[in-house]
């Protein structure tokens, strides 16, 4: 059946709102404090240094490092460095995806995730082997690992450390997640959302991970922490002993750096993009304020009455999982989306309210229109609007004008000036920023 959507005149509130009684925008900036790493390869080299168990493998040793589905910024050059130190030290490094079931939860699937996130053999250096097989690990567990990995000589975990889409612990997303679920695969992903829909998922995780510690060949981890600019600003071997003791740490540095929307009580957030490589869940629910999972409560701020997403990133490859976070979407959104790479994503990880379709709007300027009736603030000229490109870019946004007073008294936000907003054909602007 062909998506068909109500239009503008159609979606119009009962008071006949216009665009023309919506509130002036203007551009805001937040100055960050952030400290960032000159040189990421030679960060990523001087971290191979940190881990003694690699000197205990004999030369030509086989060296699986794990890759996932995020948009880590300078992930792939860590990564070049990394793999240049094991290679002049005699050793035969490949990476393979680790990333549960995202891809399709097919092996060239995830090799075109790993291509859209610029980590190829030929910008590596070294080969990519992608396959789906998975090996059981220990007596009677269920836990498992990519086959291929489980093979090799050696095991190298690498991943961003930072606070987790679906729950809060000592340890999130980071280096024991990656081991779990995304080394695990389309089963050992789905086999730990299941049990963490009837447990806990941060303590099964670090029960799954003290298992593959014990049972695989694993050398330790690399561990990155982003700064609110989204570039490096730690990057550090860890021991595969001290892992557990370790992340906990790197999480409350991670923490830190989170960046956030300067402003926590909005009408209406609208989100230009949602996308795998932004976050597992799309959005990031921590810059959201919605967590939307079973068994996690809600937090109190930030507080955004309604969310509106413009659009599904191309390196999604039609994955919307996420998307049931938003009240309202654009109908080029549910155009894109893959229903099949969605659903396989939603029942890997377990919570089907992530993947509802919300309201759907023929464009941008239908969704302005329904914010007085859908937020209680009937009157248009008093709506509390922010618009940023996606949740890795919360400091870059444009807000409205009774957001603009609260931000002018801060130090480190920069306002522009206001102006009425303009559109073209009920779309926003390509640059707005």
Do not use: W
Not at 130 to 146: C, F, I, K, L, P
Not at 170 to 180: F, T, Y
Not at 190 to 213: C, K, P, Y
Not at 414 to 429: H, T, W
């Amino acid at each position: 059946m062909p998506l068909s959507v109500p239009n503008r005149e159609r979606t119009a509130t009962a008071n006949d709102v216009t665009v023309a009684d919506l509130p002036r925008f203007a551009p805001a900036t937040v100055e960050y404090d952030t400290n960032t790493i000159s040189d990421v390869a030679d960060a990523g080299r001087n971290a191979i240094d940190e881990l003694p168990a690699i000197d205990s493998l004999q030369q030509g040793a086989s060296i699986a490092i794990t890759a996932g589905s995020r948009g880590i910024h300078d992930f792939p050059e860590m990564l070049i460095g990394a793999i240049n130190a094991l290679q002049e030290r005699g050793y035969e490094p490949f990476v393979f995806p680790s990333m549960g079931s995202h891809g399709g939860a097919t092996a060239e699937g995830q090799r075109a995730v790993l291509a859209d996130l610029g980590i190829t053999p030929e910008v590596l250096g070294c080969s990519i082997r992608a396959s789906m097989e998975t090996v059981e690990v220990g007596a009677d567990s269920r836990v498992y690992a990519d086959q291929l990995a489980a093979d090799a000589d050696a095991i190298l975990l690498a991943n961003r450390v930072k606070p987790h889409t679906d729950f809060n612990d000592r340890i999130e997303s980071g280096l024991c997640k990656m081991a779990v679920i995304g080394m695990g695969k389309h089963t050992g992903a789905e086999m730990m959302h299941n049990a963490a829909l009837t447990g806990d998922m941060g303590s099964e995780i670090q029960t799954r991970a003290a298992t593959l510690f014990k049972e695989l060949p694993i050398i330790g981890g690399i561990a990155l922490i982003e700064n609110a600019r989204d570039r490096a600003t730690h990057i550090e071997g860890v021991p595969t002993d001290r892992i557990l003791k370790r992340e906990p740490e790197l999480l409350e540095q991670a923490y830190e750096e989170l960046p956030t929307l300067p402003v926590d009580d909005l009408d209406l957030l609208i989100v230009d993009e949602m996308g795998k490589e932004i976050s597992g869940t799309g959005m990031d629910t921590n810059v959201l304020g919605r967590t939307y999972f079973h068994g996690e409560g809600e937090p109190e701020r930030p507080s955004y009455t309604r969310i509106y997403v413009r659009s599904l990133t191309p390196s999604s490859h039609g994955n919307g999982l996420g998307i049931g976070l938003a009240d309202m979407v654009h109908q080029n959104v549910v155009s894109e989306l893959d229903l099949g790479d969605t659903y396989v994503n939603i029942a890997t990880s377990g919570e089907t309210k992530r993947a509802k379709i919300p309201l759907i709007v023929p464009d941008d300027a239908s969704a302005l229109l329904l914010a007085p009736s859908t937020t209680g603030t009937p009157n248009p000229s008093k709506l509390r609007i922010a618009r940023i490109p996606n949740t890795m870019e919360p400091g870059r946004l444009l807000v409205s004008e009774p957001v603009v007073p609260e931000l002018r008294e801060r130090p480190d936000v920069s306002v522009g000036e206001l102006q009425p907003l303009s559109l073209n054909d009920g779309e926003f602007a390509t640059e707005a920023y």
